[in-house]
């Protein structure tokens, strides 16, 4: 098994990401990975945050560099109105 078909067998949980994101979304600063651990709610493996900040970025809402990862991600006015209006089913 190669640690491609590893990591397929094992995605990290939707809530876990979601913890990450806000962690992340409610900082407003750069966050080296340590710090960003540390301010967890709830602790994570290493991997498993390093898997996720990997989707983050692929994604487009951080940015990773030398000091750390960044929140860059802003919807757009026109989104976040369609979805105050949208229907609630």
């Known amino acids: ?20 994101e806000k962690t ?3 900082a407003g600063e750069v966050l080296k990975v340590a710090e960003l651990k540390r301010r967890l709610p709830k602790k994570i493996m290493h991997s498993t945050l390093l898997q996720i900040l990997d989707y983050l970025q692929e994604s487009g809402k951080i940015i990773i560099g030398t000091k750390g990862a960044l929140w860059v991600y802003r919807p757009t006015p026109e989104l976040e109105a369609m979805i105050k209006g949208g229907l609630e089913i």
């Open 1 to 20: 098994m190669t640690a491609s078909e590893a990591q397929l067998m094992h995605s990290p949980r939707l809530a876990t990401v979601l913890m990450v």
């Open 24 to 26: 992340l979304k409610d």
